[in-house]
């Protein structure tokens, strides 16, 4: 790891300026020509003058620095400057008493010792804060270490010159005391140097010219210290030049701007480098030598101080052992967390305080899409995305413990990862000392939580939203419209008749059906709206616009879509579609009420005749809660005896003749009233009602007329005419309740005519077809019912058993106006007869018609222009007068109404 900065940089203060940095290499520049100059000249100038200069230049240029580079922690700059100070005021004070003779011998340590002797509380006080400010986490070995080197110099120090001070039986009381404080000051700057040397933190240029000082310093003390105790120390020497490079050096390192890194903290991590060990070693083998050269020269004095510090070196190396031996045992655990880190898809990342990467995991290499080169040093910063990168620019100044927090990234291969990651700080400790990050790649799991919100929320079929998604847009868009004071339109789309599809082609085709036709759907509306699949054959819209008319325009578009034939394998299949449009805003309807609406609206579309849309009206409500009413009421009606019979007369147009009757249901309501069947039997269609109601109707029918045919009231021939809904069609108990209404009745099968819609017969010919084949084994006749309102052709018929086509009165409506209309009636009249087919005309109104109808040979006619339906009661007389007078009225060109 590198030295971990603090400080300066943190606090945000101006760069380091250049300028500085020249002035401190123009100051140790400048102090070549002064020592130069202070050895050229005589002594006592060279001490007056030069030497002041040299040694109060650097106070004051430690001063500028400090003030110009604005340290965090001056004060150790400031205990430094006072000491240098001391030491160049004693040096002042001694040129002064090198000059004035020895007046007096007086006892007491004279202001020169005072102020040299203040340098090295001074000096320690300032290195000392040096030492802490430098040291960020505890570090044993750096006290062991420190304390080891200092204790074989310290042992070298006292044997040259403490003891010799100790033992000098010259000195007395304070004279001895302050000629030991000396060495016994270099000892204690000789610790904190040694301990500045072992520690951590930044080594810069200022950082540098401090140790060269310090240690030019302590050579030249003790050099003065050896020259003097031999007494062959004479001023103005070689020696001068250790005080010399002290100053300069340290003037110039205050100067210097990266003097602010030298009281920045940083962690130790030389503790096993070779360097430091032989030097420790070495300071182990000091008590030996000592021993060994003070019993050469036969006099072996230091016994005890040499023992005391060999035992004192044993202690603290022991331990240095124990931590060494530990640290292995570390490592060893170390490389296998390591290897384990590395095989976890987890990736480790260790940041520091300016989220350069410091370590990073194999994992990390894969998140980031990256190699190991290109992540080692690099600024986790700039691998993030701006969000996150300010996100962990807040994490590492919070220094909270613990942070979870989710990150995602795209790394140079592009694709995106989701990341969660844990922050832990671990920036106060020694081990660590940065921000530990693991990562997790969610990406995976992400993309499954998706895609399962996608399935909730979307039709597998089509891919398109499901109801739920859609509900909750309309909701969404009906907020929105809301605030602006607007509202919404859906659309509910029904394709019609899509269970024929499902029934004859089966379902496979039936889905590629609904695909297909989503894909046009999807086509018809413009980029803003939703469209939905809501289930079965049911599609939703939203249209984020209240304006209706875009409903109908979409409704159009749908239309104009579909209009192309669908292909299904070999088959082109056509398909329709009934919508129903419904706008609204949250102020009068729920999303839920919006959408039913519509559904209603496309109900109506339904019913109205398919292959439309309808715009929801508030009345259609209403409409839907009757409808429901009747539904529920049809039953009890029915078990009431409030349903009844109509009988139409159907006469020969030729000759007047009623030749049969039609029987149509009509329900006396209680409340609502008389009801036609149009009110009721789509209803009864819809809840399956309508085969009791029909074998109801067929039991009243059969025994009306047979009652009549008892009472010889009508011939042999005369036949009753009974519609059978396509619903009841399609129940195998038709031809059980047919035969149960002839046997109970007693009338003969040939008097009875079922009629069947030509829908009904189409919608699924093959059970059709056998339906009538049975009824036919009974012996009652069918007829056509409605005929050319279905899309099928005449021909198309023809596979069925038929007996009788009823001619629907929209085609008899043309039959008189003239322009050509009687040419598909003639057509299907003329066919109808080749086939053996009898000929009903339906709707006959006026007089016109009858005889437009009469000379295109149609047999028989029904309608007005001969009797609205009637009671029974009326019937019976028509009956008993046997014959209309509607031929005579036909002459007579007036219609005649029942
Ligand atoms: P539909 O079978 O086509 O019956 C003929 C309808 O035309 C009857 O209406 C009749 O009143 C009406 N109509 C007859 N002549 C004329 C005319 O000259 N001009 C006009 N404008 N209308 C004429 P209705 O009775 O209201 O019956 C309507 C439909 O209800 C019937 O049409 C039939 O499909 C169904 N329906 C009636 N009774 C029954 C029943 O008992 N069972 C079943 N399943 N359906 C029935
Ligand atoms: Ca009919
Ligand atoms: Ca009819």
Redesign the pocket.
């Known amino acids: 790891m590198r030295p971990h900065r603090r400080g300066n940089q943190e606090q945000g203060e101006q760069p380091a300026s250049p300028r500085l940095a020249t002035a401190s290499s123009v100051y140790l520049l400048a102090m070549a020509p002064l020592t130069i100059l202070y050895y050229a000249l005589p002594t006592e100038t060279a001490k007056f003058v030069v030497w002041p200069i040299i040694g109060w230049s650097s106070v004051f240029a430690i001063l500028i620095g400090v003030l110009r580079n604005r340290p965090a922690a001056p004060t150790a700059w400031y205990l430094l400057a006072a000491g240098v100070t001391a030491l160049i005021i004693g040096d002042n004070l001694s040129s002064y008493q090198f000059l004035m003779p020895q007046t007096d011998a007086a006892t007491g340590p004279s202001l020169t010792d005072i102020m040299y002797l203040a340098m090295y509380p001074l000096l320690f006080a300032g290195l000392v804060v040096l030492v802490l400010r430098r040291t960020v986490a505890r570090d044993r070995t750096v006290a062991l270490d420190a304390g080891i080197i200092t204790g074989g110099l310290g042992l070298v120090w006292w044997i040259l010159f403490l003891a010799p001070y100790y033992r000098d039986g010259s000195l007395h009381g304070i004279d001895r005391l302050v000629a030991i404080a000396f060495p016994f000051g270099d000892i204690l700057i000789v610790a904190t140097a040694v301990r500045l040397a072992v520690g951590g933190g930044p080594r810069l240029r200022s950082f540098w010219l401090l140790a060269v000082g310090l240690w030019s310093l302590l050579v030249a003390d003790a050099l003065y210290g050896y020259f003097t105790l031999n007494s062959s120390f004479s001023e103005h020497t070689f020696v001068d030049i250790g005080w010399i490079v002290f100053y300069m050096t340290w003037g110039a390192a205050a100067l210097h701007p990266s003097m602010r890194s030298v009281t920045d903290g940083g962690p130790s991590t030389r503790s096993m480098s070779p360097k430091r060990l032989s030097i420790v070693g070495s300071a182990v083998l000091v008590p030996p030598l000592m021993l060994f050269a003070q019993d050469a020269v036969g006099d072996v004095s230091d016994a005890t101080p040499i023992a005391l510090t060999g035992a004192w070196l044993f202690v603290l190396v022991l331990i240095r052992i124990v931590g060494i031996v530990r640290s292995a045992a570390n490592a060893r655990s170390e490389t296998r967390i390591r290897a384990l880190v590395d095989k976890s898809s987890d990736a480790i990342l260790v940041v520091d305080g300016e989220a350069r990467i410091r370590y990073h995991s194999a994992a990390a290499e894969r998140i980031f899409a990256r190699n190991a080169a290109d992540l080692d040093e690099a600024f986790l910063t700039d691998l993030l995305r701006v969000a996150d990168a300010q996100n962990l620019r807040v994490i590492l100044s919070n220094g909270s413990p613990t942070t979870n927090v989710e990150w995602r990234v795209r790394p140079p291969d592009g694709k995106w990862r989701d990341l969660e990651v844990v922050a832990d700080d671990l920036r106060g400790t020694a081990e660590v000392n940065g921000l530990v990050l693991t990562l997790r790649d969610v990406t995976r799991r992400k993309q499954l939580d998706m895609e399962l919100r996608h399935q909730a929320l979307h039709d597998s079929l089509t891919g398109l939203p499901n109801r739920v998604l859609f509900m909750d847009r309309v909701e969404q868009a009906m907020r929105r419209a809301e605030r602006r004071g607007g509202s919404v339109t859906v659309l509910f789309l029904d394709l019609d008749d899509f269970k024929l599809i499902n029934d004859s082609l089966g379902h496979g085709a039936g889905d590629s059906l609904l695909i297909a036709v989503a894909a046009r759907l999807l086509a018809s509306i413009r980029a803003g709206d939703t469209l939905a699949r809501l289930g079965g054959d049911e599609f939703g819209f939203l249209l984020d616009t209240g304006e209706v008319e875009e409903g109908e325009a979409t409704a159009n578009r749908i239309e104009h879509v579909l209009r192309e034939p669908f292909v299904v394998g070999d088959k082109l299949i056509q398909l329709w579609a009934s919508t129903g449009i419904a706008a609204g805003s949250l102020r009068i309807k729920t999303p839920d009420d919006l959408l039913r609406d519509a559904e209603l609206a496309m109900y109506l579309a339904k019913r109205n005749g398919k292959n439309r849309f309808e715009l929801f009206r508030p009345e259609m409500h209403d409409d839907a809660t009757r409808r429901l009413d009747i539904a529920a009421e049809l039953l009890g009606g029915m078990e009431r005896n409030e349903l009844f019979l109509h009988y139409?007369p159907i006469v020969d147009i030729h000759s007047g003749a009623i030749v049969g009757i039609?029987?149509?249901?009509r329900w006396q309501h209680p409340r609502r009233g008389f009801l036609?069947?149009?009110e009721f039997?789509p209803i009864a269609e819809t809840t399956g009602l309508?085969a009791q109601?029909?074998k109801w109707?067929l039991n009243e029918a059969c025994g009306q007329v047979a009652a009549w045919k008892s009472e010889h009231r009508c011939d042999e021939s005369f036949y009753i005419s009974?519609?059978?809904?396509g619903r009841h069609l399609q129940d195998r108990n038709l031809t059980r309740d047919v035969r149960d209404a002839l046997a109970v009745s007693g009338l003969d099968a040939g008097s009875l005519v079922l009629?069947v819609t030509e829908t009904a017969l189409i919608d699924d010919v093959e059970s059709a077809t056998a339906i009538l084949a049975r009824l036919k084994e009974i012996g009652v006749r069918i007829a056509v019912?409605?005929f050319g309102t279905g899309y099928s052709s005449l021909t198309h018929l023809v596979k069925f058993p038929l007996d009788i086509v009823k001619i629907d009165?929209s085609f008899v409506d043309r039959v008189a106006n003239g322009n050509g209309g009687d040419v598909m009636v003639r057509a299907v009249i003329d066919l109808s007869h080749k086939l053996g087919l009898a000929t009903v005309a339906?709707?006959?109104?006026v007089d016109l018609q009858a005889l437009a109808l009469e000379d295109l040979a149609c047999r028989w006619a029904?309608?007005?222009?001969y009797s609205r339906?009637v009671p029974a009661e009326d019937m019976a007389a028509l009956l008993d007068a046997r014959h209309l007078p509607a031929t005579r009225q036909k002459r007579g060109g007036a219609v005649r109404a029942s």
């Not at 009974?722 to 809904?725: A, G, I, L, Q």
């Not at 339906?842 to 109104?845: D, L, N, R």
């Not at 029904?862 to 222009?865: C, R, S």
């Open positions: 139409q039609e029987a149509l249901v036609p069947p149009d039997i309508i109601l029909d109707v009974v519609n059978v809904s009629e019912d409605d009165k339906e709707g006959v109104e029904q309608g007005y222009l339906p």
